[in-house]
């Protein structure tokens, strides 16, 4: 299974005992050839703090509430902080249409990319979004988000309530905030922002649990060995 949560269900509905979990994995030489290779911000990024949200734009994210989280954080102007939205999505045109209704000048919408200017963006930006839609069921997901974030090195702020929440707790590697919670996300932002040491060492703490869990080779080995 792909979490814990999704392996517990398993278990429990059908009484296997039988059941290991082998999550997403850290692109973590993906992102280190990324860092090497270097990436160019055009001219409206440089010098923000940029937050980036890079993933599907599908109902169950309910990703159209990223331009509630950009206009709470318009209203700390000073902190110069922009949403960056990579990637395509049935929300796509509400998300839209929300940003351009609500003036949100901090909110690029960018379109797909390809996972190599994608790890590009993260390099540069101070924290990653993952959101979802509120159902209950979605605390057992496994969004690559988290596993980019994790191999870039970058804070991960997101709003699930189940494992994700317990691991970015324990590994003091990103902020959970309650479901839904669109106003709570942008001042998780807005404390990253304004906490350079606290970036740093969440941001390292992030790096380091890629490299030791979720790194695509290890977890490779994991699925060979259950499988033998």
């Not at 993933?55 to 950009?70: F, I, P």
């Not at 929440?165 to 919670?181: A, M, S």
């Not at 606290?198 to 490299?211: F, P």
């Amino acid at each position: 299974a792909l979490s814990p949560g999704m392996a517990e269900w398993i278990r429990r509905r059908y009484g296997f005992s039988n059941v290991e979990v082998v999550t997403n994995a850290s692109d973590c030489e993906l992102a280190e050839a990324a860092a090497r290779n270097g990436f160019e911000l055009p001219d409206w990024a440089r010098g923000k703090k940029l937050v980036l949200y890079a993933g599907s734009l599908g109902r169950m994210y309910g990703t159209y509430r990223l331009a509630d989280v950009a206009a709470n954080l318009l209203e700390h102007a000073d902190q110069n902080v922009a949403v960056v939205v990579i990637g395509t999505g049935i929300d796509q045109d509400r998300l839209l249409s929300e940003a351009q209704g609500k003036r949100l000048n901090n909110l690029h919408i960018l379109g797909q990319r390809s996972r190599e200017e994608i790890f590009g963006w993260l390099r540069h930006s101070i924290c990653a979004l993952s959101i979802f839609s509120g159902e209950p069921v979605l605390d057992t997901s496994s969004p690559n988000k988290l596993f980019d974030a994790l191999a870039a090195g970058v804070p991960l702020v997101q709003d699930t309530q189940g494992w994700m929440k317990e691991l970015l707790e324990q590994e003091q590697c990103g902020i959970t905030v309650p479901r839904g919670d669109t106003r709570a996300m942008a001042e998780a932002v807005l404390r990253l922002a304004r906490d350079e040491a606290l970036r740093r060492r969440m941001g390292d703490n992030a790096r380091r649990l890629g490299r030791e869990r979720f790194e695509r080779g290890l977890l490779a080995a994991k699925m060979r060995e259950i499988l033998h």
